[in-house]
């Protein structure tokens, strides 16, 4: 069969195997090629576990672990499996071949298709640790979902996107037309604010670790980070002042609570203010899609433009494992976002976004580059993939 694209509300619904496949590739292959031109560290992270580990950042994170500093990494995703006839999602795909390169290059990793937010699943990583021997130096903290259940009380909780104060209405690009799109998002309840940060939170980041920590997998001087991102003013009052942002604050907040519950280990406990990405989620963020494909066009011009994987390589070598102290803000977060705030790059975007439309998207804004970056996150317009070759089969890549 021959598997194109079906996008809905900027969404995509379906997943190309061999195109995440390859892609997953690529990002390997770029580690590696970064390995050979900077110098290994001494505190290299040698056991790594991910939660959220099959697509952007935390897929990037353990990409980097594992093929630039050949950690023994432990991976956990929730992913829908693909069947013969039927698309899993990208995440599902990317776990599969990440696990297949690192056999092939020898290299230990194990993944679990399960809900991260579970008891049940930390059980099974606290159990596969003790089974190879291995303690914890890194454990990265990239979950992102819109439900999670409590495994107390058994609760369900839902996030959403909203404001507060006042509705807020923005523009968005549609990727399947190149058009513009209005969409406004309501205020949110006090109830929506509050189950937002019990999903977004820090609140299951601290469980992870608490567990993690008195079952004993956890090694002296370990470092654990969890990812943010706080943008340009012109995106906070849908984003970072409002219920999302509001979950942030609590991620960050719980650093500080990790940092001392981790002090007889000399542990240390960060989180990672990133760049803004093409994302599933940030794609029907409003103003976001808009906002990042000018971003992109003047990054690009300026030679400073990052993917994930690009974020995470970084993130790794200049910030997580240099020599001496890690370096932080004066609110102790650290800021991979630097090159997107650089003052002349936010001049650039903020002088643009008023005059963008229609007509000239294209010429004020990298279109096809955030179109590019959409597809990819699905296996779609991947260099190398001939998309008009029939796929046999939708269970394996």
Not at 271 to 299: C, D, E, H, Q
Request: proline residues 4%; negative net charge; hydrophobic residues 35%.
């Amino acid at each position: 069969m021959i598997i194109k694209p079906l996008i809905r509300s900027n969404i995509c619904l379906n997943a190309h195997p061999k195109g995440c496949a390859k892609e997953v590739q690529r990002q390997i292959q770029y580690v590696q090629s970064q390995g050979k031109k900077r110098t290994s560290p001494v505190n290299a992270p040698q056991n790594v576990l991910v939660l959220g580990c099959s697509t952007g950042y935390g897929l990037a994170s353990r990409i980097t672990a594992a093929f630039q500093y050949k950690a023994t990494t432990i991976g956990v995703s929730f992913e829908k499996e693909g069947r013969e006839k039927k698309s899993g999602t990208p995440g599902w795909y990317n776990n599969m071949a990440f696990d297949e390169a690192a056999k092939n290059e020898g290299l230990s990793s194990v993944t679990f298709n399960g809900d991260a937010f579970s008891d049940e699943m930390r059980a099974k990583v606290i159990q596969q640790a003790k089974e190879m021997g291995i303690q914890f130096d890194l454990v990265v903290y990239s979950v992102a979902s819109a439900v999670r259940i409590d495994p107390e009380s058994g609760e369900m909780y839902r996030s959403v996107l909203k404001p507060f104060g006042k509705s807020f209405v923005g523009q968005n690009i549609d990727v399947a037309t190149d058009k513009l799109i209005t969409i406004s998002a309501e205020t949110a309840t006090p109830e929506e604010a509050e189950q937002t940060v019990k999903v977004m939170g820090g609140e299951d980041w601290q469980r992870w670790i608490e567990q993690l920590k008195n079952a004993g997998v956890l090694a002296k001087g370990l470092k654990t980070i969890a990812y943010s991102y706080i943008g340009p003013s012109l995106s906070h009052a849908i984003y970072r002042d409002g219920t999302i942002g509001r979950a942030k604050e609590h991620l960050e907040s719980t650093a500080d609570i990790l940092q001392e519950k981790l002090a007889p280990l000399n542990g240390e406990a960060y989180v990672s203010v990133n760049k803004g990405l093409v994302t599933r989620s940030s794609a029907v963020i409003p103003v976001i899609p808009l906002y990042l494909s000018i971003l992109f066009k003047i990054m690009k011009e300026k030679g400073t433009h990052e993917g994930c994987i690009e974020q995470a390589e970084r993130l790794f070598a200049e910030r997580l494992y240099v020599s001496g102290q890690v370096p932080v803000d004066e609110n102790r977060l650290i800021r991979i976002d630097d090159w997107e705030l650089d003052p002349e790059i936010q001049k650039y975007v903020s002088e643009r976004m008023p005059l963008i439309n229609e007509e000239n998207l294209a010429e004020l804004g990298d279109l096809e580059g955030y179109k590019h970056d959409f597809l990819v996150t699905n296996g779609f317009d991947v260099e190398g993939v001939d998309y008009n070759e029939p796929v046999e089969r939708l269970d394996q890549i």
